[in-house]
């Protein structure tokens, strides 16, 4: 009987203005319920105003929701053996235990304060703690499905154990020069900073973004859709070099089209773009066959990364033909105000075709297939080297510096240049005056100071023109100040549908 009313019990049992702790032991309920009595099935915590601790013991629980509890700072869900899903929001929350459970994902989770995680003895295959970059403690050990782990946001991590995993590399290029790591025997560790250019892709679902980052990296290590339904669930990075000169691709998950919710399809772009908190030197925004509806899709017009900003028209078969580029730029701008506001503010339109070279089509006999193939790869190499060339020409030392404001599910710009310089000293106060110093800092310095470049700020101020000013004042009226007095300039994400 007590397989359906899990929730009924709960929240018969517990009041949402009073509890302070809510403690639930499987002994607990068999010593009220008796018998072989246990609570199965979902279970949501919701809007408990007082709560500061949760601990649920070997509970026979699948699902678990835990939102809106403003005081909660620790979750202990010990031996829930049963539990597939965890769902948190809980802005407070510093520590969290989810081990040995069923778990394969953790990417629902909204912590950003989160100092401690046990998600020991899961099946979680990928995990990425750029979102909560307060962290200090993380054991994901014996966790033998993990292959992929991003602390690349995380300067605080002091302790890391994932033995018994099945990682072979992990980047620790943030993390603090004494961490601690207990880790498999042939994993290699990443500890020394690489000057890498990072190349942020992001566009619609189904524009060819994936392709794009093999076509980049010169791999197949992107999983590329067959049908335009998107395959990418997580960010995924890739290094490569060209001419001397390193690089990192970071292939994000698409917007539209794609059946995650709002929220998570926002967080795992965040992911993405915290997993690169040194900054990213271009962001290649990459538009299939229908440029208009999908730039439209993106709502990306008020944006001001434009300046570090490279459209990719993918699926041009005529992309060798400079004309017939040139026209069609003519046309897409002609077409749209806002598409010749957008086209005009990039750093330019690279036209390339990567078609596919995995192909599954039977109607064709074999020779037909790898003519095919062959030919499919030429393009590709014709298009790695146009991107190439170009990336090289337009990859200055500056960087952008993105924010993502959660809350609105806007990906947001902090509109802050950065010379190598500035980085370093950047990096000195992370790790010598600590990141709540940085953001009492952050707070101090006014909105103005925020919107004007670093290094120019005296020259800036002395040679605006009545027009810039008028464009700062605009500026200023349109940003928004979040809670950590960070100025956010919107780039809307339009509809994630
Ligand atoms: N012909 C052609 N097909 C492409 C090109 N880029 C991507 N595709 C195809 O478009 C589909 C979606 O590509 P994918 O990279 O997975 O898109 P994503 O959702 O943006 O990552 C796949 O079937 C690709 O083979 C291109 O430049 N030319
Ligand atoms: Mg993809």
């Keep these: 009987m007590f397989k359906t009313n899990t929730q009924v019990w709960f929240d018969k049992n517990y009041f949402k203005d009073k509890e302070e702790n809510i403690d639930i032991k499987k002994e607990d309920i068999r010593n009220v319920l008796g018998g072989r009595s ?24 699948t699902s678990l929701e835990i939102i809106d509890c403003p005081q909660l700072t620790e979750v202990e869900l010990s031996e829930l053996i049963k539990l597939e899903s965890l769902f948190v929001k809980c802005p407070r929350l510093t520590k969290l235990d989810c081990s040995r459970s069923q778990l394969i994902e953790l990417t629902d989770l909204d912590v950003s304060n989160l100092i401690e995680l046990n998600c020991s003895n899961t099946s979680i295959k990928k995990l990425s703690l750029n979102l909560c970059p307060d962290i200090i403690r993380l054991n994901c050990s014996n966790n033998n499905k993990l292959i992929n782990l991003d602390v690349s946001n995380c300067f605080k991590l002091k302790f890391l154990d994932c033995s018994q995993s099945k990682l072979t590399k992990l980047d620790l290029r943030n993390c603090p020069e004494s961490i601690e790591v207990i880790k498999p025997p042939d994993c290699v560790i990443t500890r020394k900073r690489e000057k890498e250019k990072n190349i942020l892709i992001i566009g619609c679902t189904g524009s060819g973004k994936s392709t794009l980052a093999n076509v980049l990296t010169g791999t197949e290590d992107f999983k590329e859709s067959e049908y335009d339904v998107s395959k990418t669930k997580c960010f995924q990075k890739g290094v490569f070099e060209w001419e001397g000169t390193k690089y990192c691709a970071i292939d994000t998950i698409g917007v539209g089209n794609t059946k995650l919710s709002i929220k998570l399809a926002s967080n795992r772009i965040a992911e993405g773009v915290y997993s690169i908190p040194e900054g990213i030197s271009q962001v290649l925004l990459v ?55 957008i086209i005009k503010s990039c750093k330019g339109i690279i036209y390339v075709d990567n078609p596919p070279i995995k192909i599954l089509d039977d109607s064709d006999d074999d020779d037909d297939k790898e003519a095919n193939i062959r030919i499919n790869k030429k393009k590709r190499e014709k298009s790695r080297i146009i991107l190439l060339d170009h990336l090289k020409e337009v990859c200055q030392e500056e960087v952008l510096h993105m924010g993502f404001n959660v809350s609105t599910n806007n990906v947001t710009l902090t509109n802050k240049v950065n010379t190598q310089s500035e ?22 310095k006014s909105i103005e100071e925020l919107l004007v470049k670093p290094e120019n700020n005296s020259k800036v101020e002395s040679e ?31 509809s994630f549908i």
Aim: glycine letters at 6%; one cysteine or more; proline letters at 1%.
């Design 423 to 444: 980085k370093l000293k950047e990096k000195e106060e992370r790790n010598e005056i600590g990141w709540e110093k940085r953001r009492e800092k952050l707070k101090s």
């Design 464 to 494: 605006v023109s009545q027009f810039q000013q008028d464009e700062k004042q605009n500026k200023l009226e349109n940003s928004r100040v979040d809670q950590d007095n960070h100025v956010l300039l919107p780039l809307k994400m339009g």
């Design 38 to 61: 246990n609570l199965y099935g979902s279970l949501k915590i919701e809007g408990f105003t007082k709560l500061i601790s949760i601990n649920l013991t070997k509970l026979k629980l």
């Design 287 to 341: 538009v299939g066959k229908n440029f208009t509806d999908e730039i439209n899709t993106l709502g990306l017009f008020e944006s001001d990364i434009f300046g570090y900003t490279t459209i990719v028209r993918t699926k041009f078969s005529n992309f060798k033909n400079r004309d017939i580029c040139e026209k069609n730029k003519e046309k897409l701008c002609g077409e749209s105000e806002t598409n010749a506001i």
